[in-house]
């Protein structure tokens, strides 16, 4: 064994400068794993071992927590539902338990991708907006046909004409053709030569007012020597307006759209064929102004006889016809109606009453 030199440490010295040294090199090694650098003398950090790489963020919440929570970012996202767990240690204390706060009203939940609402459109995008479902409608009807122009002609409605009125023996029958009267105490008037307007009043009601009151008569016959205005009422209809005046007295007048009549009816005149047609409206409630026949796609108007027929001179042949009418206030009503001589037809539909 070599002999100890006065240089060397004891035993228990070096004892100590190993747990020293094992003690510094203990220190500098936590050092390096804590703060990555070698630790100078004087305790500062020398260099980094490695860049550090920043980790993707994965989360969706914005930078910025929206208003109404007060600065703090909760673990749960608004739009959770209940189950939502407390914050982590170090949230805001201002929430208590750390859950978050309810957000404002209108706020949109940033902290998550499920639910999240379209990002809104950019400038001159159009936004579609469901409209309300509107009730269902009933079908329109169909466009009715429109009225014809009005006819030209001394008796107009809502004019109101002033003259004399007489009396005399009337039965219905007369210059209009028609058939006489069931009920002899229906009220009828023959018309002034100028009114009459080549049967064009025939058919036609008008109310009649006089001293004694007001009635309702039909145009069933012409006054040739009768003054423009003037009224030849059969009896019973003068007993009614005269107010017991005899013969003669002043009346005024004018055109009326009575109730209580039944559907427009055709008489077809004796004698008409294929060769020659009369046809004579009846059983209106407004003045006639005009009658056609569809005749190859065209309307073709007849002409009116003083004696109340409208004429086809040379025919139409064997029909059936199509007839349209018109009356003063424009309205029309269309009929089929058969070539049967001396019928009277009964057709469907008025005109309305005015």
């Not at 204390?93 to 902290?111: K, V, Y």
């Not at 004409?161 to 029958?173: F, K, P």
């Amino acid at each position: 064994m070599l002999p100890s030199s006065p240089c060397s440490p004891s035993r228990a010295a070096a004892a100590l400068l190993r747990r020293a040294v094992i003690g510094t090199a203990t220190t500098a090694g936590v050092a390096i794993m804590i703060t990555g650098c070698w630790p100078l003398g004087d305790g500062a950090s020398s260099r980094p071992l490695a860049a550090a790489t920043a980790a993707p963020v994965t989360g969706t919440a914005a930078a910025v927590p929206p208003s109404g929570f007060g600065g703090h970012i909760p673990t749960t996202t608004p739009g959770d539902t209940a189950g939502a767990t407390a914050a982590a240690p170090g949230s805001d204390p201002a929430l208590g338990s750390g859950q978050p706060a309810a957000p404002p009203a209108g706020s949109t939940a940033t902290g998550s991708t499920a639910g999240r609402p379209p990002s809104s459109p950019g400038a001159g995008t159009a936004i579609s907006t469901p409209a309300a479902a509107a009730p269902a409608q009933p079908p329109a009807p169909p466009p009715a046909q429109p009225l014809a122009a009005p006819a030209s002609g001394r008796i107009q409605p809502g004019t109101v004409y002033r003259g004399r009125a007489t009396h005399y023996g009337a039965d219905g029958g007369g210059n209009c053709m028609f058939d006489r009267l069931n009920d002899p105490a229906m009220p009828v008037v023959a018309m002034n030569e100028a009114d009459y307007e080549t049967a064009r009043a025939c058919g036609a009601y008008i109310q009649v007012t006089g001293p004694g009151g007001s009635v309702v008569v039909k145009v069933t016959d012409r006054c040739p020597e009768c003054a423009p205005g003037q009224l030849d009422l059969s009896e019973q209809a003068f007993a009614r307006i005269a107010g017991g005046v005899p013969g003669l007295v002043d009346v005024t007048w004018r055109l009326a759209s009575p109730s209580g009549l039944g559907a427009v009816q055709y008489k077809v005149k004796e004698g008409s064929s294929a060769y020659w047609l009369a046809l004579q409206v009846r059983q209106h409630r407004n003045l006639v102004t005009s009658l056609e026949v569809r005749v190859n796609g065209v309307w073709t108007p007849l002409r009116r006889e003083m004696w109340n027929y409208f004429i086809a001179p040379n025919g139409l042949g064997p029909g059936p016809f199509t007839v349209r009418i018109t009356d003063v206030f424009g309205e029309r009503l269309v009929h089929t109606v058969s070539l049967s001589p001396g019928t009277t037809q009964q057709a469907t539909g008025q005109f309305a009453q005015r």
